[in-house]
């Protein structure tokens, strides 16, 4: 079992950057595949970026390659998503997931998942 909590997010102007973090406790985190998605009102969850458990592999949607950054810390059980030159269509809540079983683009395929945090960007 992992349980997730996140922190960071909030208002920021187009332009800005943010920094979400997912801490991680229970199972042990570094054997944890991990992930963010995000989601917006009536849509399903996005795929934004996943990171292998010794970060040797790193993945990250199209939209927001070059501008977002995925990492973690196994010493902290902590994994973090910077988010640079964000956007007004990068306004979502954004999602940690953990543990992911097969395709790791798929939400579906995790089996942890934070509570989720808003970010907005304004224009």
């Known amino acids: 079992q992992v349980q997730l909590v996140q922190s960071g997010g909030g208002l920021v102007q187009a332009g800005g950057s943010l920094r979400l973090s997912c801490a991680a406790s229970?199972?042990?985190?570094?054997?944890?595949?991990m992930g963010w998605f995000r989601q917006t009102p009536g849509k399903e969850r996005e795929f934004v970026a996943a990171?292998?458990?010794?970060?040797?592999?790193?993945y990250y949607a199209d939209s927001v390659k070059g501008r977002f950054t995925i990492s973690r810390d196994n010493a902290k059980s902590t994994g973090y998503l910077q988010m640079n030159t964000l956007k007004p269509e990068d306004t979502a809540v954004y999602f940690c997931?953990?543990?992911?079983?097969?395709?790791?683009?798929?939400?579906?395929?995790?089996?942890?998942w934070g509570q989720g945090t808003q970010v907005t960007v304004s224009s």
């Open positions: 997931a953990a543990d992911s079983s097969g395709n790791i683009y798929r939400a579906d395929s995790y089996a942890y």
């Open positions: 229970g199972r042990t985190f570094s054997s944890s595949f």
């Open positions: 990171i292998s458990q010794s970060a040797l592999w790193i």
